[in-house]
């Protein structure tokens, strides 16, 4: 066996591909039917995940990804993927991204007008650190949020009915990637709840805010617990690897074995390269765990703290690192 596949796989591949398949720790390298069929090269662009059933091309322009069977189907005209996977084995690998389609309805944010609500202007200045971001460019950004819930006819319930004015008044709000999520951050800092989450309908995975890298075609992600603390980084570049990055991501906790979940799944970067912008509560122990039981999940895993605060939006930043 190779992982979860029989040596027979390894020799159809060869027969197929016409090329005899590099295998590593985590991978089998081979021809990607799409875009290398019938070519001659040194090195070959698809990667199909040695302990979990999904395959991505990194090759130019091509970027094919997804579980075994379309792979086999392109190759064979049908699929055969169980002559070379266990079937209960298969079965319950697929089930970690396999979910059930998703109805979300997408939110309309209401547009911000510069000056109605200075204060809160000021605050995402500052946690910004008074970077030369337009306050409008802010993806999902929500100044009025009584405005935001008659647009969206979003329902009361009896909390959200006392909280409302609270929230409209003293809070901005982020809209999440998958619009499930308004995750809300007090503008005034004294105050004991400092933040509130909003959930606004049902998703397979758990949903996250977003912010783009500088290379696409990366599988190197940086996730962190806040929004602000991938702003700075994305900003300011602390780590020096902007350039390297496909994404950066938040949902406001440390569930982070359900984030890299939902970004392999919505984002198709399987294998990825993961990057944790830690606060200094949690321990290193609980990112060994991580990685110790989650090995099928990603390719690496490197945790930094901020030397000199609780999180990354705290500054000065002086990134330590933990290669777990």
């Known amino acids: 066996m190779i992982g979860i596949y029989s040596d027979d796989f390894i020799n159809y591949l060869e027969n197929r591909m016409g090329e005899r398949p590099k295998i590593t720790s985590k991978n089998i390298i081979t021809k990607c039917p799409w875009c290398e069929y019938g070519k001659t090269k040194d090195h070959y662009h698809l990667y199909i995940g040695i302990d979990i059933p999904i395959f991505h091309c990194f090759g130019p322009g091509c970027e094919k990804s997804g579980f075994l069977g379309k792979l086999i189907t392109k190759i064979e005209g049908h699929d055969i993927t169980e002559n070379f996977v266990d079937k209960k084995e298969l079965d319950k ?3 970690q991204f396999v979910a059930k389609p998703e109805n979300i309805k997408e939110l309309k944010i209401p547009e911000i007008n510069l000056g109605e609500f200075s204060d809160k202007e000021s605050y995402i200045k500052s946690r910004l650190k008074f970077a030369d971001v337009p306050i409008k460019s802010i993806k999902g950004l929500i100044f009025d949020f ?9 329902p009361m319930t009896e909390t959200l009915e006392r909280l409302k004015d609270y929230l409209h008044n003293n809070f901005v709000g982020f809209v999440t990637e998958r619009h499930s999520i308004v995750i809300f951050r007090n ?11 909003l959930f606004i309908q049902n998703t397979n995975f758990l949903d996250y805010y977003k912010l ?7 599988n190197k992600i940086v996730l962190a617990e806040g929004i602000f603390d991938i702003y ?5 570049d602390f780590l020096n690897i902007k350039n390297e990055v496909s994404l950066y991501a938040s949902v406001h906790s440390s569930k982070y074995l359900a984030l890299i979940k939902s970004i392999i799944y919505h984002e198709q970067i399987f294998q990825p390269d993961v990057v944790i912008l830690s606060d200094n509560n949690i321990k290193v122990k609980d990112y060994e765990d991580l990685k110790k039981y989650n090995p099928h999940l990603f390719n690496t895993l490197t ?13 000065p930043v002086i990134p330590e690192a933990k290669f777990i």
Do not use: A, C, W
Not at 187 to 192: A, E, K, N, T
């Open 232 to 236: 700075t980084e994305q900003i300011f």
């Open 303 to 315: 945790v930094y703290y901020n030397k000199y605060g609780k999180d990354f939006n705290e500054t």
């Open 93 to 95: 690998k697929r089930k």
């Open 187 to 197: 503008i005034d800092h004294s105050q004991p709840m400092k933040h509130y989450k």
């Open 146 to 154: 009584h405005k935001f819930l008659n647009i969206n006819y979003i």
């Open 212 to 218: 783009p890298g500088n290379k696409k075609l990366s």
